[in-house]
């Protein structure tokens, strides 16, 4: 059985970092592209980031040069390291395998002004 475990959020003031976390068991995630995902209450769940099975990136414009995305193959995890954060870039955050019907239960990332 799959399982996604995401980690690493909190509360962070403007400008702040935070580095998110996905535990993935049941999966190898090396195999797969990995995206992280976020969503605020009444809206869609957008994706913020995706890395492939080779290691190649895209990220969404509003996070581009602020966030990366990367993995660790012998942790089988999938990090998100969040910089010069926002106010609008507070929503829970999910890692997702792209492709697949598996979802975690999400992080919350609150960014204060």
């Known amino acids: 059985q799959v399982q996604l475990v995401e980690s690493g959020g909190g509360l962070v003031q403007a400008g702040g970092s935070l580095r998110l976390s996905c535990a993935a068991s049941g999966l190898i995630s090396s195999i797969v592209s990995m995206g992280w995902y976020r969503q605020v209450p009444g809206k869609q769940r957008e994706l913020v980031a995706a890395i492939s099975s080779g290691g190649r990136t895209n990220y969404a414009d509003s996070v581009k040069g602020r966030f990366i995305i990367s993995r660790d193959n012998a942790k089988n995890t999938v990090y998100l390291q969040m910089n010069s954060l926002k106010p609008e870039d507070t929503a829970v955050y999910y890692c997702?395998?792209?492709?697949?019907?598996?979802w975690g239960q999400g992080t919350q990332v609150t960014v204060s002004s």
């Open positions: 997702h395998p792209e492709g697949l019907g598996y």
